[in-house]
Protein backbone atom coordinates (compact mmCIF):
# COMPACT_ATOMS: atom_id res chain seq x y z
CA UNK A 1 0.00 0.00 0.00
CA UNK A 2 1.43 3.03 -1.43
CA UNK A 3 1.79 5.70 1.71
CA UNK A 4 2.75 9.45 1.28
CA UNK A 5 2.80 11.64 4.64
CA UNK A 6 4.08 15.30 4.85
CA UNK A 7 5.59 16.57 8.03
CA UNK A 8 7.13 19.90 8.64
CA UNK A 9 4.18 22.86 7.94
CA UNK A 10 3.71 25.56 10.74
CA UNK A 11 3.17 29.13 11.03
CA UNK A 12 6.05 31.33 10.42
CA UNK A 13 6.33 34.99 9.38
CA UNK A 14 7.28 36.62 6.42
CA UNK A 15 10.49 35.95 5.00
CA UNK A 16 11.15 32.91 7.57
CA UNK A 17 12.22 29.59 5.90
CA UNK A 18 10.36 25.95 6.76
CA UNK A 19 11.53 22.57 5.05
CA UNK A 20 8.60 20.07 4.15
CA UNK A 21 9.20 16.00 3.84
CA UNK A 22 7.18 13.64 1.99
CA UNK A 23 7.91 10.00 3.02
CA UNK A 24 7.04 7.41 0.83
CA UNK A 25 6.45 4.04 1.34
CA UNK A 26 4.97 0.88 -0.24
CA UNK A 27 6.14 1.17 -3.62
CA UNK A 28 9.41 1.52 -5.24
CA UNK A 29 9.33 4.98 -6.90
CA UNK A 30 12.61 4.75 -9.12
CA UNK A 31 10.93 5.93 -12.32
CA UNK A 32 8.36 8.45 -10.56
CA UNK A 33 8.06 11.99 -10.68
CA UNK A 34 7.53 13.07 -7.17
CA UNK A 35 5.90 16.66 -6.93
CA UNK A 36 4.31 19.07 -4.51
CA UNK A 37 1.44 21.08 -4.81
CA UNK A 38 -0.59 23.62 -2.76
CA UNK A 39 -3.94 24.74 -1.81
CA UNK A 40 -4.69 28.47 -0.71
CA UNK A 41 -7.46 29.21 1.10
CA UNK A 42 -10.43 29.76 -1.94
CA UNK A 43 -7.93 28.94 -4.74
CA UNK A 44 -7.59 25.28 -6.58
CA UNK A 45 -4.36 23.36 -6.91
CA UNK A 46 -1.17 24.93 -7.95
CA UNK A 47 1.67 23.21 -8.72
CA UNK A 48 4.68 23.76 -7.32
CA UNK A 49 7.63 22.20 -7.91
CA UNK A 50 8.63 18.39 -8.74
CA UNK A 51 11.45 15.74 -9.04
CA UNK A 52 12.69 13.19 -11.28
CA UNK A 53 13.46 10.29 -8.52
CA UNK A 54 15.54 9.16 -11.03
CA UNK A 55 17.62 11.62 -13.12
CA UNK A 56 16.85 14.32 -10.02
CA UNK A 57 16.10 16.68 -12.76
CA UNK A 58 13.97 19.78 -10.93
CA UNK A 59 10.99 21.67 -12.47
CA UNK A 60 9.38 25.39 -10.33
CA UNK A 61 6.44 26.71 -10.50
CA UNK A 62 7.28 30.54 -11.73
CA UNK A 63 5.90 31.84 -7.98
CA UNK A 64 8.44 29.86 -6.44
CA UNK A 65 11.48 30.01 -8.44
CA UNK A 66 14.59 30.98 -6.53
CA UNK A 67 12.93 30.68 -3.16
CA UNK A 68 11.92 27.10 -3.21
CA UNK A 69 14.22 23.96 -3.58
CA UNK A 70 13.10 20.74 -4.21
CA UNK A 71 15.45 17.31 -3.40
CA UNK A 72 15.06 13.44 -2.66
CA UNK A 73 17.04 11.58 -0.24
CA UNK A 74 16.82 8.04 -2.01
CA UNK A 75 18.12 6.16 1.32
CA UNK A 76 15.39 7.70 3.11
CA UNK A 77 12.85 7.73 0.50
CA UNK A 78 12.18 11.08 1.13
CA UNK A 79 10.88 14.12 -1.10
CA UNK A 80 11.87 17.52 1.13
CA UNK A 81 10.76 21.21 -0.18
CA UNK A 82 12.84 23.98 1.41
CA UNK A 83 11.01 27.06 1.21
CA UNK A 84 12.85 30.42 1.91
CA UNK A 85 11.88 33.84 1.72
CA UNK A 86 8.20 33.05 2.60
CA UNK A 87 5.56 35.04 1.78
CA UNK A 88 1.72 35.36 2.81
CA UNK A 89 0.77 33.96 -0.35
CA UNK A 90 2.67 30.72 0.52
CA UNK A 91 0.01 30.39 3.04
CA UNK A 92 -1.53 27.02 1.80
CA UNK A 93 -1.66 23.20 2.49
CA UNK A 94 1.30 21.72 0.83
CA UNK A 95 0.41 18.21 -0.67
CA UNK A 96 3.08 15.65 -1.98
CA UNK A 97 2.26 13.53 -5.13
CA UNK A 98 3.66 10.49 -6.84
CA UNK A 99 3.16 9.67 -10.61
CA UNK A 100 4.65 7.18 -12.74
CA UNK A 101 5.47 7.49 -16.43
CA UNK A 102 4.28 9.48 -18.69
CA UNK A 103 3.85 13.16 -16.53
CA UNK A 104 2.42 16.27 -17.25
CA UNK A 105 4.83 17.40 -14.57
CA UNK A 106 2.03 20.44 -13.49
CA UNK A 107 -1.37 18.38 -14.36
CA UNK A 108 -2.82 17.12 -10.85
CA UNK A 109 -4.45 14.24 -13.03
CA UNK A 110 -0.83 13.40 -13.99
CA UNK A 111 -0.45 11.82 -10.38
CA UNK A 112 -1.21 8.78 -8.93
CA UNK A 113 -0.60 9.07 -5.37
CA UNK A 114 -1.27 11.63 -3.03
CA UNK A 115 -0.75 12.68 0.61
CA UNK A 116 -3.03 14.51 3.33
CA UNK A 117 -0.93 17.69 3.00
CA UNK A 118 0.31 19.77 5.93
CA UNK A 119 -0.47 23.45 6.43
CA UNK A 120 1.91 26.30 6.27
CA UNK A 121 0.36 29.78 6.91
CA UNK A 122 3.30 32.87 6.54
CA UNK A 123 1.94 35.57 8.77
CA UNK A 124 2.72 39.46 7.26
Known amino acids: QVQLVESGGGLVQAGDSLRLSCAAS????????MAWFRQGPGKESEFVAA????????RYAGSVKGRFTISRDTAKNTVNLQMNSLKPEDTAVYSC?????????????????WGQGTQVTVSS
Open 97 to 113: AAGKPPVVVGAVRSYDY
Open 51 to 58: INWSSGVT
Open 26 to 33: GHTFSMYT
